[in-house]
């Protein structure tokens, strides 16, 4: 029992760390505190055959608040997107070597 609750501790920690980088706008250790969250949850749902049901009734009740954080912390997140890949344009204050444009 006493590793189920260590993971639930983890996985609050690593929220409330996600939730302080996102409202200071640091997005990156937002998200990298918001997947160890979800790895410390993955670890407890991996668990829970083994729990006696006492356990689950324990660890179910806990994880589930940790889980609609989590949930609601990443929906807040901005979308990462990739640049477009475009050709490249022509500067026209760009100097150009008189070699070449010879």
Not at 60 to 73: E, F, I, K, Y
Not at 84 to 92: C, I, L, T, V, Y
């Amino acid at each position: 029992m006493d590793r189920y609750l260590k993971l639930l501790a983890d996985a609050g920690l690593e929220l409330t760390a996600a939730e302080e980088a996102a409202g200071g706008g640091e997005i990156g250790q937002a998200e990298d505190a918001l997947d160890r969250a979800g790895e410390a949850l993955a670890l407890l749902r991996a668990d829970w055959a083994a729990m006696t049901p006492a356990q689950r009734a324990i660890v179910g009740g806990a994880a589930a608040p940790l889980r609609a954080r989590l949930d609601h912390v990443r929906a807040r997140l901005p979308k990462r997107v990739a640049l477009s890949e475009g050709a490249p344009e022509r500067d026209p204050d760009e100097e150009v070597d008189p070699a070449q444009a010879a």
